[in-house]
């Protein structure tokens, strides 16, 4: 069956970094769009970014344009959150998701598979 899973999360002062990996496994399709979400206390699920399998096409919520990097590798099978100059804002459980298709969207309810999620802190 379809796997993702996240690691990375941890605490970081602001206007530091962390890299967020999605190791993602069982999934055939070569069409696929894996995306980044976060729901910080209190919240709404909130999406990140995505990226779509078919030409790497990429998405960012206004939030963290400038700021995070999504990327991936094809190998490992491997999606990545480069998340740079993080803000107290930042801190929420990120997860990554994945939707089958080429169409990339960040309307969490069109994904089908969910990691677990990891933490993300930004504090002093």
């Known amino acids: 069956q379809v796997q993702l899973v996240e690691s990375g999360g941890g605490l970081v002062q602001p206007g530091g970094s962390l890299r967020l990996s999605c190791a993602a496994s069982?999934?055939?399709?070569?069409?696929?769009?894996i995306g980044w979400f976060r729901q910080a206390p209190g919240k709404e699920r909130e999406g990140v970014s995505c990226?779509?399998?078919?030409?790497?096409?990429?998405y960012y919520a206004d939030s963290v344009k400038g700021r995070f990097t999504i990327s991936r590798d094809n190998a490992k099978n491997t999606v990545y959150l480069q998340m740079n100059s993080l803000k107290s804002e930042d801190t929420a459980v990120y997860f990554c998701?994945?939707?089958?298709?080429?169409?990339?969207?960040?309307?969490?309810?069109?994904?089908?598979?969910w990691g677990q999620g990891t933490q993300v802190t930004v504090s002093l």
């Open positions: 069982g999934f055939s399709s070569d069409y696929f769009v």
């Open positions: 990226i779509s399998s078919s030409d790497d096409s990429t």
């Open positions: 998701a994945l939707r089958p298709g080429p169409i990339e969207t960040m309307e969490a309810g069109l994904y089908d598979y």
